[in-house]
């Protein structure tokens, strides 16, 4: 019953490097979602999902890209980590597009990124 | 403009009592769903309660409920009989479902809730 999975949970980057994350969902949802969570912020909608193949920008998107290549995975990349992308990352996954649904966004456990 | 406005940053209950966090919400869309999460220091986003903007009734969920005033745009979480495991954050969101990014949530600040014994 694994739910949203993230991969890694801790990771710690020199400025200017890159690195991948991945989220996996085995719940067959259509929809994924990339947010990052500031101190005094909320979570700000970075880029996502609505099928296999395809991926759209949201709030935040400068400084980061993704891919859907299978329905279950979505990464998320940082080409060239910045400081200002020192954050905490959730992936989340909802199973349709929710009009008058009460399907909420089911979320992983998040991943703590520190770039130096 | 802020879609969701949580104005408390902070709030203290003692166990044992009911407490009440604030939400306020801004949408044209006449179809959205409003959602609480929770958030313990352990990180994790725990889904809570819904509430769709064409329900008749307030909704509950054990000791949660949600106290929707449309009018108002507003969307109170309401716990009652705090217990000390109640002490976390608290993130009122709302779904538009006529929006163009579809599905997604946006997120108020929060509210660090603590329960003292």
């Known amino acids: 019953n694994a739910g949203v999975t993230q991969t890694p949970k801790f990771r710690v980057l020199k400025t200017g490097q890159s690195m991948t994350l991945l989220c996996a969902q085995d719940?067959?949802?259509?929809?994924m979602y990339w947010y990052r969570q500031d101190p005094g912020m909320g979570l700000r909608l970075i880029h996502y999902?609505?099928?296999?193949?395809?991926?759209a920008k949201g709030e935040v998107p400068d400084g980061y890209n993704v891919s859907r290549l299978k329905k279950q995975n979505f990464l998320l990349g940082l080409e060239s980590a910045a400081p200002s992308q020192t954050s905490v990352y959730f992936c989340?996954?909802?199973?349709?597009?929710?009009?008058?649904?009460?399907?909420?966004?089911?979320f992983g456990d998040g991943t703590r990124l520190s770039i130096l | 403009a802020q879609k969701i406005t949580q104005t408390q940053p902070g709030m203290f209950v003692q166990e044992k009592e009911a407490v009440t966090l604030d939400c306020t919400y801004d949408t044209s869309d006449p179809s959205y769903g409003l959602f609480w999460y929770k958030q313990p220091s352990s990180g994790e986003m725990i889904f809570l309660i819904y509430q769709g903007s064409y329900d008749q009734q307030n909704a509950t969920e054990g000791r949660y409920s949600l106290n929707f005033q449309k009018a108002r745009k507003s969307a109170n979480l309401v716990i009652s009989a705090s217990q000390l495991g109640d002490s976390a954050m608290y993130f009122c969101a709302m779904r538009e479902d006529r929006g163009s990014t579809l599905g997604r949530l946006y997120f108020g600040r929060g509210t660090q809730l603590t329960v003292w014994p």
């Open positions: 989340a996954s909802s199973p349709d597009r929710g009009s008058r649904s009460n399907q909420p966004q089911h």
């Open positions: 719940m067959n949802h259509e929809y």
């Open positions: 999902s609505v099928g296999e193949g395809t991926t």
